[in-house]
């Protein structure tokens, strides 16, 4: 999201991006001045103007980066070879570990105060942009139909069916403050166990 050539060095860059997301999460979207990124970043106030036009923009690539963090170590885990209900145990896990993490948390916190100001920095997580972590299930929901191991009319409502069984409760009770911290792995793992069951009970193939 550079503005101008000038913006190219990816250090520089990157020292900006955490300097703001340490203010961020420290006092929120609407409390965070430019002037106390800058002092976190360690750069000067133009610096960052080479590099973003506003907090907004700024607050939107932290979205954006956090969120590609969780979805490409996702990606890869559907991509790996093996049966469907360990691929999708193992998903289901670090689907549900990234998104009740404190800063995950702390960022859709912010995202969701300021939603109706700023309704790109909401859909930057949730919406539909390239990427989306619900077509990149359906794809492989879709594929393993091809193979005949999954039975499903619509990959995408299978697919959505399983983000909400891996994340739903847990992620809810974080978001809302009833759970402070991330759940353990045993807690995990059981969500995991669970929901992989209830939809393989769905929508896998018996012989």
Known sequence: MGRH?????????????E??????MSVGFDAASMNDITRAAGVSKGTIYVYF?????????????????????????L?????????????????ATGMTCEETVKAMRIAIGVAERFPELVRSFFGDH????????SDFVAARIRTGELAARDPRLAAVQLLELSTGHLWKQRLFGLMDEPPSAVEISEMADNAVALFLSGYSVRT
């Open 53 to 77: 036009e506003n907090k907004g923009e700024l607050f939107q690539t932290i979205i954006l980066e956090a969120k590609q963090k969780i979805f490409e170590d996702l990606r890869t885990t």
């Open 130 to 137: 390239p990427g989306n972590l619900v077509d990149t299930l």
């Open 79 to 95: 991509n790996t070879e093996g049966p469907v209900e360990e691929i999708l145990k193992r998903f289901s896990v670090r689907l």
């Open 5 to 17: 050539a000038a913006g190219e060095d990816p250090v520089k860059r990157k020292q900006i991006v």
């Open 19 to 24: 300097g703001a997301r340490q203010v961020f």
